[in-house]
Every structure is written in structure tokens, then in C-alpha cells.
């Protein structure tokens, strides 16, 4: 009922998984990781507990293969099970009980690992891995291209429900206080990744500091004339037009981007982030 895949990004030490199901709120039950520690998938027949004494047995050292070995193997419901790992190292593994629904099966790559069951066909879990390998770009990006990929391949044969993406890194939150880089999901909806790409722009607007420093937009001529409609149109503004960008603009211009909670894209200069700026212009 559901593809998974687990993966590491050594160059920004970024531990997730990303997965989609005709389950609801998929999120709750698949998706496990822990800055520094790695990062697991339990679908198929879900044991959850596999998420949480999983990453207590890799912080303890132990790989991939012996954190699956040790989980499965006094499990009366082993062969229901399938189950993705990586280690703090990247080290992937991963397992599909000979019971799990057809189509069942996993591959297992570097630093990843893609899982599957009750799929169209083997060709999405091959395709997901193609994606994420193809791709390039942020972790989040490459799960976002798996998850299309496989959806586009067929996906889970009973259709789609819901869909999630758990990133970890050490301090990884906004304010630094717990490892949640990315903690998204969309519960119910009939096309889960397409909504969840929406609830990551908004996301990536106010908690993430990721931005390209070249994606800029100078606020003067056509670009300032349009974020003056906006502010207008929203009740931020009631000067008058101008061909600069004045201290009245500027004020209002923050006002607008604290009550959309983007205080983690201000600026000090007369720019304004590309992301903002097409987020704003096009509402």
C-alpha cells in the first residue's frame, strides 16, 4: 500500500524519508529519523516500534543490516514486514517480508534505499531510485523527484490518500532548538505529493533559510510597482505609488511579510527574495 524512500545527504548531513500510501495520514506511522543517528521507513504490515528501537540500536552503533536483523528476527509477523535503514554513515539496507502484497520489493543504493508494496509494478520502486539518483539539488528536492517519479510509474495500485517527508539535521529547526528540518505531510487528499509540493513552498517561505543569494529581485520598476499592488490590494499600503523604495514602502513591505510568518526572508537592502517575491505577485 505504500513506496518509501529512506536516504543521507553526506554534504549537508541531512537524514529523511519520503513516503506516499493509500493510507491516511501516512506521515503518523511510516516516517522515523534522529540527526546524526539515520533515518527508517516500517511500512507493509507497519510495526511502528521498529521507528523508535531502530534508531535507539543505531545510536548505538549498530549498522543498517544488523538494526533489520535484530528487529525482524523474533517477529511472529516477519514476512508482513518491510522495513528501510540508514545508518549515521549513509549505509542503507532494507527488507521485504515474503508476505507482503504484490507488487512487493526494495533496491538499495548508495546512501538510499527505495521500498514498495502493493505497487503497479517493480517499475516504481526502480524508477523512484532513478529520480532520487538523477537528480540534483537540496535532499528535499530529490525526495519530491522520487515520490513524482514513482507516482508517475503507477504507484500504490489502490490509488493515493496521503503523503510525508521527515528531514533531520542537527539543530535543524528555525530557532536551533531540535533536529526537524523538514517535518511535512498532507493526510488526505486525493493527490498527496502535488498538495504536499504546495505546503513545502509555504514551509520553505517561513521556517527554511536555503535560499539561492543570487535569486534576488531588485525592488524598483515593474518589480516594485508590483508588490505596491499587493501591499494595496492587502491593506498594508495607503501611500502613494512611488518610483522608489521608500521607508513607508519598506515598513510596509515587513508588516506583509510577519503576517505571513516569512520574518526569515527579510532584508536589509532594497531586494527581496525571489521565492517571496513570486510567492507574493502571483496570489
Not at 76 to 102: E, H, L, M
Request: with cysteine; charged share 30%.
Amino acid at each position: 500500500m505504500t513506496f518509501s524512500i529512506v536516504a543521507y545527504d553526506p554534504k549537508n548531513k541531512e537524514w529523511g524519508v519520503a513516503v506516499q500510501s493509500k493510507f491516511v495520514a501516512v506521515g503518523v506511522v511510516v516516517p522515523f529519523a534522529r540527526a546524526n543517528v539515520g533515518a527508517i521507513a516500517t511500512q507493509a504490515n507497519c510495526n511502528t516500534s521498529f521507528g523508535p528501537n531502530g534508531l535507539e540500536l543505531l545510536a548505538n552503533g549498530l549498522s543498517a543490516d544488523d538494526v533489520i536483523e535484530l528487529l525482524t528476527e523474533n517477529d511472529p509477523y516477519k514476512d508482513q514486514r518491510q522495513i528501510g535503514i540508514v545508518d549515521t554513515k549513509g549505509n542503507a539496507a532494507s527488507f521485504t517480508g515474503k508476505d507482503c502484497f504484490s507488487w512487493a520489493g526494495h533496491i538499495v543504493g548508495k546512501n538510499y534505499c527505495c521500498q514498495g508494496n502493493i505497487l503497479a509494478s517493480g517499475n516504481v520502486v526502480s524508477d523512484m531510485s532513478r529520480a532520487f539518483e538523477e537528480t540534483e539539488g537540496d535532499l528535499v528536492e530529490r525526495f519530491f523527484a522520487s515520490l513524482e517519479a514513482a507516482q508517475e510509474a503507477g504507484g500504490d495500485k489502490r490509488g493515493q490518500e496521503a503523503a510525508a517527508i521527515l528531514i533531520v539535521k542537527e539543530k535543524g529547526v528555525y530557532d536551533g532548538g531540535t533536529d526537524r528540518y523538514i517535518d511535512i505531510r498532507v493526510d488526505e487528499h486525493p493527490t498527496p505529493i502535488k498538495e504536499l509540493r504546495k505546503v513545502f513552498e509555504v514551509y520553505d517561505l517561513c521556517l527554511l533559510t536555503r535560499d539561492d543569494p543570487k535569486d534576488i529581485i531588485k525592488l524598483e520598476g515593474e518589480a516594485l510597482t508590483a508588490v505596491l499592488a499587493v501591499l494595496k490590494k492587502e491593506g498594508f499600503y495607503t501611500g502613494k505609488d512611488s518610483k522608489n523604495f521608500t521607508e513607508e514602502i519598506r515598513l510596509a513591505l515587513i508588516k506583509w511579510m510577519h503576517t505571513n510568518n516569512f520574518e526569515v526572508k527579510e532584508r536589509e537592502d532594497d531586494y527581496l527574495f525571489g521565492s517571496v517575491y513570486r510567492y507574493m505577485t502571483r496570489k
